[in-house]
């Protein structure tokens, strides 16, 4: 990995040099203190170029109470159409496993900050807008649009040393999942540092005979290097090449197909849960289209926000073989400490309901397409001290459900 950094640091060099032979060898001639500033200005254009591509032209445009930009894009204009492989892609707009959508447990239905704004009309989506800041807060223009280090919680033991990544987890395996859901509830963790994260997501992984890795996850996530804040805001990722050239987050890069307006990915979540107080969850399903292949994403019962092509995936076309869900945080040992970043709820799960942070309605999805809740799953967390998660439990009401989480430093988590 160090050595790729270093690449891409070397190429980046390379062509900023080269770039600034070509269009600015005069001025180099003629100033003084050239290198640096037309190394800043090669940076800029390429900033401009690459908003260009990310920011499609709008319909409307919303400006959310958070600062973020949400523009309405013909559904067709969308990103995700830029790659050559989706170029002749036919858009979707049901999957063929409507209407039997899901059976999540009752809860409030989900709401994103820029609702109070306005929305977007028919035949387009909201795309939060890249802006100029989003993409200098990055360490490179390539960190930007690609997830990097990225890991998946890997219960064969080198999960421990994987870059400051820690995780509560559980975790289903041995048969082949076309699908998964759960309900996970929101909170908003303090994040001690921009370059560190607190997500809670559901994974589906395929990792196949050569080890590669093929994945689809979603749920939220707060990290200020990449959205500027820290609300819990929702987002969607996915990798077919182990995270080493494919890799990114919601609309950043090709992939996920959007067909729903009224959901935004990258849009903050709110209202989230309050210590002892309103509980809220985001229910989330992804399932495998028995017709087209696609994996689709359902909010609640209904909300068919979009699609992760068949064509992204390979082996995982014949289903995945691991299941995950839980949190994962990112500890940068600032100062030779454990970071104070929470995860879940920020609480330990021995805290419960209203609490500590949940996941309940725990299914996955069979190759006949039924929907069913797992007879077992085991639990695991990297350093239990800082973050934990609870035995499964399975209720009436709840279906299969844990409780995960953790405030990161603390007397036992020096
Ligand atoms: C990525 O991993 C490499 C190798 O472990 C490490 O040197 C580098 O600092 C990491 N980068 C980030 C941004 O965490
Ligand atoms: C999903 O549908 C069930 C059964 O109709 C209903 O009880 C539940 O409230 C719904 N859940 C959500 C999140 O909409
Ligand atoms: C990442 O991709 C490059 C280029 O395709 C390849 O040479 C390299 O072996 C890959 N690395 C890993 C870890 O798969
Ligand atoms: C992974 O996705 C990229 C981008 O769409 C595509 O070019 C590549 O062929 C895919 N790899 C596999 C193994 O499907
Ligand atoms: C949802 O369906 C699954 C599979 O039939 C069942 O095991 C689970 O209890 C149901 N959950 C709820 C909340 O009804």
Known sequence: MADKLI?????WMVSVVFFFFLCFGHITMAGQDTLSSNGKLA????????????????????KSPDGDIFDCVHILNQPA???????KHKIQMRPTFYPKGSNFSKSNPIAQLWHQSGNCPKGTIPIRRTTKDDILRADSIQQFVKKINQTIPDLSGSLYSTNGHEYAISDLRGDRYYGAQASINIWKPHVQQSNEFSLSQI?????DDSNNVET??????????LYGDDNPRLFVYWTNDSYNRTGCYNLRCSGFVQVDNSIAVGASLQPFSVYGASQYVLSILIRKDPGSGNWWMLLGNSTFV???????FDRMS?????????????NNRDHGQHTTTGMGSGNFPQEGFGKASFYRDISTVDRNNYLVSPNYLSTFATNSKCYDISPYAKSNDWGVYFFYGGPGRNQNCP
């Open 203 to 207: 994974w589906i992984v395929n990792r």
């Open 216 to 225: 689809i996850e979603a749920g939220w996530q707060i990290f200020p290097e």
């Open 81 to 87: 159409f830029d790659d050559p492989k989706l170029k």
């Open 7 to 11: 690449r891409n640091a070397k190429t």
């Open 318 to 330: 014949e289903g995945a073989s691991n299941v995950q869900w839980g949190g994962e945080i990112i």
């Open 43 to 62: 940076k800029e254009l390429e900033v401009e170029k690459l908003l260009k591509t990310l920011n499609k032209p709008a319909v409307k445009s919303i």
């Open 306 to 312: 979009g699609y992760w092509p068949a064509s992204l």
